[in-house]
Each structure stands twice: as structure tokens, then as C-alpha cells.
């Protein structure tokens, strides 16, 4: 029985393998014989101009990592903030719990590119002292302020899920309010929303880009200076397979993380 | 009953309402110290909400409750040093899934009393190895029978050394054979004297152990007295009632 089934296994192997083998070459082939092919490749996948310009953009998206990694260091505790804020019970803090949603309802709401261009270019043209006056810093609060209304509600809803009985059971050892939130609530619905977590982290990594209208040599202002000299959009496509390059991994990462809590929390979870 | 003992909790006419839905419709208990009472009565009774109400995890609407001589519904209650000192265990045992037993074990003495990590870990291997669950500290909730999380749960209630232990129907979840291993260590905690109001199903255990059976019945206490005497000869007809159909489906 064991063999038969470690036959049929091969099998399917081989038929997979086959069968994946035909599909793309016939995909390729369809492309590659297209009419406006030639031109395609010229304008989009032309090698000497990818190397060419690959070393400029590459250097150029260090900033995007800069950039998103302060932001997320601002974003995750200030949105957990936010979202436990809104949380409190309680009359006294009613204009807390107001304030909270306001907040989350006007960044939620307001497009980005908007939130960058005005505080990027209006807040250095104040001119008043003590306020910084590099335009990437304040690309760079824009992002925060705008991911931090996204995550959260992403933590929201994780706290939300988390069951009453769960704060019932805190609160009945005597621990007050904020601690039955931060040791029993919160662990257990962060490690709910990693998933979501996630998205939002590869959404503001995409978004870093938008701080390139502000002047920031970054990705992807540096793929429209190499555009503006040769007409060529390669460059394009190495910023994009610089951007893919970073999630790709990182959501295996954070996949083997939470199956990893998963395998260590609960009996009959997959190994 | 002769000798003379403190009282560790009285119920004044308390009144409990969920909506227009009245639970509680006056309820009036007095429980001694080193006392077992047991609450019994059909499901929507009130049992759980009653127990809920003394560790103020429902607010009441009426009526006074007392424990060791504080009065709980009186302005300005810190509730959270309430809770200290009342013990309450859960039907669905509403273990933190996200610790390990021992972290749930010592997350009220460590953060509530402010015990050192060392110190609260101590107790509670001193406690889970009283209790036979001694190689279980490292274990996830989730790796374990129900019966033994149930009795993690109570150990988690009693490492905060409560006066007062509240157990609401902490074995209507379980599988039958998983039930008596709870049964024998709440048995055992009666034996140390503990005081405890228990709501329960399980009539045989409220016969064996009680010292005082209360029957409740749409809210209020309807009749209660030593155990022999509300099994052997109820004098009211609901209790006579609720009685044969705990007999009737072979519990009693």
C-alpha cells in the first residue's frame, strides 16, 4: 500500500514537471514570436542598459530601505498605541477614544501621495525654527503617520477577536485593565494579525517610492533620471525586482515564524 | 452548625438585570468561612451570573455584597484588590493559550501581588507538584487533557491565595472520566478548609461535599439546607421537580 502510494507520487512528480514545462515554453514562445516583441525588449528587458543602470538604482534603494525600516520602527508601537487607546473603557476616556478614531479616519482617508507632497513641501516652507527642514524627513512622517492609521486597525481587529472570557479570566487574577490588554490580550492577537501585519509592512515598503516626488534619489526617482537620459525604461525593472526581491523572502520568514508559534502552542498543529 | 465562624461572604438582595431580562431577582446568601455551598439549579437559573456578580465581573444593580467584611458595592471599591482576594474558576477554563502553565500560573502573582518571577515560580511548582502536575510547567494549555486544564485553572486561582474560591460549573465541559480528577481536587481543597461557593450539575458531588445546598430557581434561592435534607426530602415543589429530572436522566 505504502509503495503504491510512493509510486504514484513519482508519477505525479513527472506529470507535474512535464506538464509545467510545456505551459511555460509555449507561454514563452507566444511572447517571444509576438508582433512589437523586438520592441518590447528593446524598451523594457535591454540587457546592457540593465547593466548599466542596475548599479545606480541599486544604490538608490538603500534610501527605500532606510526609509521603510525608521518608518515600521515608528509605525508598530504607535499604531498598537492607537488601537489599545481605542479600546479603553470607560467614560473618562471618551475624548481619548474620539480622538483615536478621528485619527484613524482621516489618515485612513486622505491618499498618501497627498499627505507627502503637503507636509513634505509645506512644513520645511514654515520655515519655524526647530522644525527639521529636509523634505525627506518629512516623507518619512507622512508614512507614519499614514501606516499608523492602517496597522491600527489591523490590531484592532485582532484585539477584537481575541474572546471577552479571555480579559474576563486577567481581570478575575486582579490584574488591572492595561495589564490584562498588554499580557494576556495583545500577545495573542498580534500573533493573530502577523499575516496582515505583513501587508501593510510591504505596502509601505512599495510606498517609500512616493518620497522620490519630494527629490530623494531613491528607487524610483532614480529609475526617472535614468528614463530622462536614455528613453529607456530597463531601470523600471530593475526597481521592481529590487521591491520583489525584499518581500519574497521576508514573507517566507514571517510564514515560518508563525508556523513555528503554531507548532509550539497547539497539539495537532502541522509540523 | 454550633460553633461560632466568621462570615466570608454575604449576598443582600441582589438584583441583576441583562436588558429588560431580570437574572438575579434578590438574592440573599450568607457563606462562612471553611464553608462549601453549593449552587444548583436548572441552566438560566442565575448560578453563573450569581458568581460572576460577587467577583464583580458583572456589575449589580441592586443590593449589597460583602466579602470578609468589605463591602464590594460600595462607591469608590478598588475592584482590582477585590480580586485579589477571591479566587474564581471558569466552565470553559479560559486558560491563556499564548503561556506556557507555569506563565499562567504565575502571571497574577507576578503581576497582580507583585511577587518576584522566582519567588512566584516557586509557588507554583511547589502548587502543580501538590497536584500531579508537576512535569507540565513547560506545556502549552493546548497540550493538555481537559481535565488537566481544568485543574491548572484552579491552581491558577490559587496561587493568588484566595479566601474566597467561586467554581462555576468547572466540569460541564469535560469528558465523564476526565471529571472525577477535578472532583478529588476540589475535594481535597474542601478538606484544607477552603471556603467556596460552587454552582454545580454534578448533584452526588453537591451531596458529598457541601455543607449547605442552595437550589435556585428563576433568579432567586428558593430553598436551601444541609444536603440530606434538599435531596432526601425538598420541601418546595420546584426543587422536588428539578430533582426527579436530575433523576430521571441518571445524574443523581
Not at chain 1, 116 to 142: D, E, K, N, Y
Not at chain 2, 117 to 132: D, H, S, Y
Not at chain 2, 200 to 220: P, Q
Request: aromatic residues 8%; glycine residues 8%.
Amino acid at each position: 500500500m505504502a509503495k503504491r502510494r510512493r509510486g504514484e507520487g513519482r508519477r505525479g512528480v513527472v506529470i507535474a514537471v512535464v506538464s509545467t514545462v510545456v505551459v511555460f515554453t509555449a507561454l514563452g514562445l507566444a511572447i517571444v514570436n509576438a508582433p512589437g516583441w523586438p520592441e518590447v525588449k528593446a524598451q523594457f528587458f535591454d540587457w546592457n542598459e540593465f547593466k548599466s543602470t542596475f548599479p545606480d538604482v541599486l544604490s538608490a534603494f538603500w534610501l527605500n530601505v532606510k526609509l521603510f525600516c525608521i518608518a515600521e520602527v515608528f509605525i508598530l508601537p504607535l499604531a498598537l498605541l492607537l488601537a489599545i487607546v481605542r479600546s479603553l473603557p470607560g467614560p473618562v476616556f471618551f475624548p481619548l477614544r474620539v480622538l483615536s478614531i478621528a485619527y484613524t479616519d482621516f489618515f485612513r482617508g486622505v491618499p498618501t501621495i497627498l499627505v507627502i507632497v503637503t507636509l513634505g513641501f509645506g512644513a520645511p516652507a514654515l520655515q519655524l525654527q526647530g522644525i527639521p527642514q529636509s523634505t525627506t524627513f518629512w516623507g518619512v512622517v507622512s508614512l507614519v503617520l499614514v501606516y499608523t492609521a492602517y496597522v491600527s486597525e489591523v490590531y484592532r481587529a485582532g484585539i477584537e477577536s481575541v474572546h471577552p472570557s479571555q480579559s474576563a479570566a486577567a481581570r478575575s487574577l486582579g490584574l488591572n485593565h492595561l495589564q490584562s490588554v498588554w499580557y494576556v490580550v495583545v500577545p495573542q492577537a498580534v500573533r493573530r494579525v502577523i499575516p496582515p501585519l505583513l501587508n501593510d509592512f510591504i505596502g509601505l515598503q512599495k510606498d517609500t517610492a512616493l518620497v522620490g516626488i519630494l527629490g530623494a534619489v531613491e528607487a524610483f526617482k532614480q529609475t526617472q533620471i535614468d528614463q530622462a537620459a536614455t528613453f529607456n525604461f530597463t531601470s523600471s525593472i530593475c526597481a521592481a525586482l529590487l521591491f520583489v526581491a525584499i518581500t519574497i523572502p521576508l514573507a517566507r520568514f514571517t510564514d515560518w515564524l508563525v508556523a513555528r508559534d503554531r507548532r509550539r502552542q497547539f497539539a495537532g498543529a502541522p509540523a | 452548625m454550633t460553633e461560632a465562624r466568621a462570615t466570608a461572604l454575604v449576598l443582600e438582595d441582589v438584583h441583576k438585570s441583562f436588558g429588560s431580562h431580570e437574572v438575579l431577582r434578590g438574592i440573599d446568601l450568607a457563606v462562612d468561612e471553611h464553608e462549601v455551598v453549593c449552587l444548583i439549579g436548572a441552566s438560566g437559573s442565575g448560578k453563573s451570573t450569581l458568581l460572576r456578580c460577587v467577583n464583580l465581573l458583572e456589575p449589580i444593580d441592586e443590593g449589597r455584597i460583602v466579602v470578609n467584611g468589605r463591602d464590594l458595592t460600595a462607591p469608590g471599591v478598588d475592584v482590582n484588590e477585590v480580586r485579589k482576594g477571591i479566587g474564581i474558576v471558569f466552565q470553559a477554563f479560559n486558560l491563556f493559550p499564548h503561556m506556557t502553565v507555569l506563565r499562567n500560573v504565575t502571571l497574577g502573582p507576578r503581576k497582580a501581588l507583585g511577587l518576584s518571577r522566582a519567588q512566584a515560580e516557586a509557588e507554583a511548582l511547589e502548587l502543580l507538584g501538590r497536584f500531579g502536575l508537576a512535569d507540565r510547567g513547560g506545556d502549552y494549555p493546548d497540550r493538555l487533557s481537559g481535565g488537566q486544564q481544568q485543574r491548572v485553572a484552579i491552581l491558577r486561582a490559587l496561587a493568588m491565595r484566595p479566601k474566597l474560591l467561586l467554581l462555576d460549573e468547572v466540569t460541564s465541559a469535560l469528558d465523564p472520566e476526565l471529571v472525577s480528577e477535578v472532583l478529588q481536587l476540589i475535594r481535597e481543597l474542601a478538606e484544607g478548609g477552603m471556603t467556596m461557593v460552587v454552582a454545580t450539575h454534578e448533584m452526588s458531588f453537591a451531596r458529598d461535599l457541601a455543607d449547605r445546598v442552595c437550589f435556585l430557581d428563576d433568579g432567586v434561592i428558593l430553598e436551601e439546607g444541609r444536603p440530606e435534607q434538599i435531596f432526601s426530602a425538598p420541601r418546595e415543589q420546584r426543587t422536588q421537580q428539578f430533582l426527579a429530572r436530575i433523576v430521571a436522566a441518571g445524574r443523581l
